[in-house]
Structures are given as C-alpha cells and as structure tokens.
C-alpha cells in the first residue's frame, strides 16, 4: 500500500482531528491513511483492529513452522485447520505436509482436549496456554484469542488506554501499566506489528511476542490483514503461521462440527495433575519434517 507524501500526510491528519474536535465524537479514520501522530495512530488501531468480527465464528487453514533451542534443537514444519465460533469452542487440526493428521485439538471454557490419533492417547489441561505450548504449540494466549487477532480483532490482548506513547524509527510504540500486554508497536497506518507481554502474573510467567506481517492488499476502505504472524515465548520457542486461507463465517458453527470424540477406550491424561514437562519425551510433541 502506497503511503502519502510528507506534504500531505499532516494535513490529513490534522483534519481528521480537527473535524473529530468539532463533532464531539470520535469520527473514523480511513484505513490506510498515513497519520502523523502516535494518538491518531493509536485511534485509528483501536476504530479498525479492536471491533469484533461481523461473522459468527471463522475458518483459517495456515502453515506453522515451529522452532526450539533448549533442551535441543527442533524445527517442525506442519497444516493447521482452525474453526469455530468467536463466542463457543474453538477446533484445531495439526496435520503433517503429506495429509497425515496428527493431532485433533479441542479448546472451550473447561480447557484443552489433545488427541493423537497415531499414539492413541489423549491429553487434556485446564489451562489452555500451558497445554498448548506444553504440546509444541507456542501460543502465548488462548486458541480464541488467536481466532480473534486472525480476523483482525485484538481487543482482548490490547489495552484500551496506553501509559507513554513515542515514535520508534518509522514506527509508535505504546507502553501499559498493568495487564497482560506490556507494549504494543504500530505503523504509521495504524496497523498493528507487535505486541508483547506475559502469559500471566505470577513471577514465573513466560515473556512472549506477537508480530504481524505481509498485510494483504484490499480495495479503499477496507481493512487489511496480516498473512505472516510470528508467536515467540523467551525460552527460544517460536511459531511462524503464513496464512494459506480465511473466512468469516455468518452463521455459528453445528455442535457437531466442534466436538472432539475419542475412542471409547482412550481416557485423557490430565497434564495439570502431575504432568511432566513435555520436553522430558513423557509427552509426546506434535512434529513433522523435523531438520
């Protein structure tokens, strides 16, 4: 998306602002408009990234491309299929390059449900983020968050008011006090780059980063999406997700499609009552195309 020339740019900006002085009301930037200022910049984030979907749940087919440093050194390249419904259960299929799939993921307000269908075994946790990433799948935040920030909505992962905000190279950067999301970076559209944060209070909580990248190009008016996101936890975990297809569904989603049923002999392990770290090999991690 070209940007406007710096002659333009603040007196765009300072109409926009001007005419929302003179209304008494917030008015709505335009989508790819250049703004000159971090708090037109931080207005524009919230007007078109922090809404909810219009659709009722979605559907998203992506690549992840997973990588660790300790205890040893692991890349896994695998096909995910999330769906489900923005206010219901959320669905995950991780599936290997050539088809095979590897494991069926289920999330809702009781937790996570895991099933290896080559292992035959079934894990569940009732803290989703720390079942996921204890399975290989570094998402700092719940599936339901991801589907949300996927379809461009991140108002549960974005502070409504920032405590400092300043440029940052071609950038602006925003900084909390309190929450979960500790920093927040922009463009000059007002699109978002990165957030970072923590998994939770608690002193031993892991530091993570969420970057956006390769915004799609759509028409005037619309706004545009990221087709790179980048998951980082601060123990050298990282997943890469490039966005293959996405689509806002305007119905909610059969009960049927969202459930996850096991074999009738398989009984879940309970990974948060005793489990053993899944790098110990105790738990088998999702992988495929291992380098």
């Not at 999301?181 to 944060?197: A, H, K, N, S």
């Not at 915004?215 to 998951?231: I, M, R, S, W």
């Not at 398989?266 to 990974?271: A, D, E, N, S």
Request: glycine share 8%.
């Amino acid at each position: 998306m070209n940007r406007l020339g710096s002659t333009l740019v603040p007196a765009a900006t300072l109409a926009v602002l001007m005419l929302a002085a003179l209304s008494g009301c917030a008015t709505r930037i335009p989508p790819g408009l250049e703004l000159d200022t971090p708090g037109a910049a931080w207005s524009a984030f919230r007007q078109h990234y922090c809404v909810r979907p219009e659709g009722k749940g979605l559907r998203v087919r992506a690549s992840l491309y997973y990588s660790r440093t300790q205890p040893a050194k692991r890349t896994n390249r695998t096909l995910i299929s999330l769906w489900g419904d923005f206010n219901g259960p959320m669905r995950l299929d991780v599936s290997a390059s050539i088809g095979t799939l590897l494991a069926h993921i289920r999330e809702d307000k009781t937790g996570l449900l895991v099933f290896y269908p080559e292992d035959q075994k079934a894990y569940a946790h009732k803290n989703s983020v720390l079942g996921a990433t204890r399975l290989g799948m570094p998402f700092p935040f719940s599936l339901a968050d991801l589907a949300h920030a996927l379809a461009g909505d991140f108002a549960d992962l974005a502070p409504r008011r920032y405590a400092k905000a300043e440029a940052e190279g071609e950038d602006y950067a925003y900084t909390f006090s309190g929450g979960l999301t500790r920093r927040i970076v922009l463009d000059r559209l007002g699109r978002p780059v990165l957030l970072e944060g923590r998994t939770s209070r608690s002193r031993d909580a892991r530091q993570w980063s969420f970057s956006m990248d390769r915004y799609e190009d759509v028409p005037a008016g619309q706004v545009p999406l990221a087709d790179k996101l980048t998951l980082s936890l601060d123990n050298g975990e990282r997943g890469v997700l490039h966005i293959k297809s996405r689509e806002l569904m305007l119905a909610p989603w059969p009960a049927r499609s969202l459930t996850l049923e096991l074999p009738e002999d398989i009984v879940p392990i309970r990974l948060d009552n005793g489990y053993t770290d899944a790098t110990t090999g105790d738990i088998p991690v999702i992988h495929e195309d291992k380098q």
